[in-house]
């Protein structure tokens, strides 16, 4: 099976207004398949968004290297669909509007592409709608939408659905499940949810305190889609938190 990413020994530092260096991430090697879903859990502030913005050429590592289809991370070239925490919908802009945007910029817009998208998301009777109109459920899905829309050679999702209720986020994760399903898109997702990793997952990876280093690889062996109260993935689920209460014991 091919690679789609690779991260060798990747190491980040940065360095505060005294001068002093604050390390982020020690040492982390990894590699993604075509078409895998793996996810990042770890403490919080251990650098996992850190990761992901090497991932996506948006930051350069203070050592190591990454490969996207073999080249260097760099948005310009290669079509990274990037799902952030908030999601950065413009006000302005009704729901087909925003989900065009990124194909706009790259100057190959296509209503068709959007229609196809808009649908795939179930939001055939918003597309005249504005952020402040939609629930959290639906923004999510806009940005979503919006990152599918370029046709990304991997999606990175950082927290997206960390401020959403508890109804609303499971919602989304079988939304999520059924979008990866149809498109096999190689997808890399930064949570806090433990649930939410075992419930997406083919793969998840624990990380250490700062500096984070891989501190377990996890493939979560079951079949899909998946039952939140099976006592197999509630297994997979306890593993993991257990993993995570060693780098912080009040979890």
Request: proline share 5%; charged share 30%; with cysteine.
């Amino acid at each position: 099976m091919k690679y789609k990413v690779e991260v060798e020994k990747v190491s980040k530092f940065f360095v505060n207004p005294n001068g002093e260096r604050l390390q982020v991430l020690d040492n982390i090697s990894f590699k993604v398949y075509d078409g895998e879903f793996l996810c990042f859990v770890g403490p919080s502030g251990c650098g996992k968004t850190t990761l992901l913005r090497i991932i996506a050429g948006l930051e350069k590592p203070s050592s190591g290297r990454v490969r996207v289809e073999g080249e260097t991370p760099n948005p310009k070239k290669i079509r990274i669909g990037f799902v952030f925490q908030e999601e950065a919908l413009f006000p302005w802009r009704n729901v087909w509007d925003n989900i065009k945007f990124g194909l706009e910029v790259r100057g190959n817009y296509n209503p068709k592409i959007v229609e196809d998208v808009v649908r795939l998301v179930g939001l055939e009777n918003f597309k005249s709608y504005y952020p402040h109109q939609l629930s959290g459920g639906m923004r999510k899905r806009v940005a979503i939408a919006r990152a599918l829309a370029v046709n990304p050679s991997i999606i990175l999702m950082d927290e997206p659905f960390g401020d959403l209720d508890a109804q609303t986020r499971w919602i989304m994760h079988k939304e999520l499940y059924s979008i990866h399903e149809k498109l096999k898109k190689t997808t890399i997702l930064v949570t806090h949810n433990v649930e939410e990793a075992v419930y997406l997952a083919d793969r998840v990876l624990v990380l250490t305190r700062r500096p984070a280093k891989v501190k377990k690889e996890i493939f979560i062996g079951l079949e899909r889609p998946r039952n939140k109260l099976s006592s197999q993935f509630i297994r997979f689920r306890e593993e993991i938190i257990g993993f995570l209460r060693e780098e912080v014991p009040e979890i």
